[in-house]
């Protein structure tokens, strides 16, 4: 008798659930996603879309999840690239995931820069023109997010082609005396202000939950302030997991280090999938969905939720 096991065809909340994820080795980075980059080598970034288009106007790729709430990519940028200024209609965050990162804001023509190692985390505000330039030994890899689904695209500032590519480099400044580095300790209002978006992790204080996992704020109450929507990083200790929760908005999983099992709940049917580093999970509003730590080591991984509100979700150990 052939074994039935092997013929079993996925049930419909397993195939849901898979086409909610994103799995990193699935995924190709697109060094053609900024249009206003073109025939200029040294804007060369590449885009891996993982929820929504974000900065790119390509909202109608077939391997990427419909946004909400917010968008959510990474970017790679080689060594000695830069992007122009430019301004969003929302706010947009970086967060580091490998290499050291520049950000010029931008007043007028003098420009803060302010340089982010990984998982630090930058929160730009809606229309405070900015750039970000690579002046390190290593390519930079950053997940960014936008604070809506269907963004506009952006305004530039300062842009080769119509600006002296020195000076776009230096996202405006005319000159060096006109670039200050950011210092959180400084009374003026430019550094005052930047200093509320700015989000080092190894400043964080984590927040041990009654399950049993760590949060550290980024995005929200205790973090960079939020405007849509809300972003936490989770330390999930080998062996701890959660009973299944349910919001009314999404929120989505994305693994930093280390490897979790998440799952999906409907009408007594209960389907799980792994998630390796850099692997994400996209829960919709209204899915009792839950996950835990079954691997041999501890894991984190970010979890952004399409509200700004504070967690309204009351964890239990499962």
Wanted: aromatic fraction near 10%.
């Amino acid at each position: 008798m052939p074994d039935s096991s092997l013929t079993q065809q996925p049930s419909a909340l397993a195939n849901e659930m898979r086409a909610y994820t994103g799995l990193f080795t699935e995924k190709t980075f697109d060094w053609d996603a900024f249009p206003a980059s073109r025939g200029f080598p040294d804007l060369l970034r590449a885009q891996l879309r993982y929820v929504g288009a974000g900065g790119s106007p390509k909202s109608n790729d077939p391997t990427t999840l419909k946004a909400e709430h917010f968008t959510f990519s990474l970017v790679n940028q080689p060594v000695g690239k830069f992007a122009a200024s430019h301004a969003h209609e929302v706010v947009e965050h970086f967060m580091i995931l490998q290499g050291v990162l520049t950000v010029g804001t931008v007043w007028g023509d003098e420009v803060v820069e302010v340089k982010l190692g990984p998982k630090d985390l930058l929160l730009n505000k809606s229309g405070r023109p900015h750039g970000f330039r690579n002046d390190g030994v290593e390519p930079v890899l950053m997940q960014i997010t936008v604070g809506s689904g269907t963004p506009e695209m952006p305004v530039h500032v300062c842009h080769p082609k119509n600006k002296d590519l020195e000076l776009s480099r230096r996202f405006g400044a005319p000159g060096p005396e006109k670039i200050h580095l950011f210092s959180p300790e400084s009374t003026d209002r430019r550094h005052q202000e930047l200093a509320k978006h700015v989000v080092r992790y190894r400043d964080r204080t984590p927040v041990w939950d009654k399950a049993g996992f760590a949060r550290l704020a980024y995005v929200g109450e205790g973090g960079a302030p939020a405007h849509g929507y809300r972003m936490d990083m989770i330390h999930l200790p080998k062996g701890v997991a959660v009973k299944p929760y349910v919001r009314d908005v999404e929120d989505v999983y994305f693994v930093l280090d280390g490897a979790i099992t998440a799952g999906w709940v409907q009408d007594g049917e209960v389907v799980e999938r792994r998630l390796g580093t850099r692997d994400l999970l996209f829960n919709p509003a209204g899915r009792p969905h839950y996950f835990r730590n079954d691997g041999v080591t501890d894991a984190q991984f970010t979890m952004v939720v399409g509200t700004g509100a504070p967690e309204s979700v009351s964890f239990e150990a499962a």
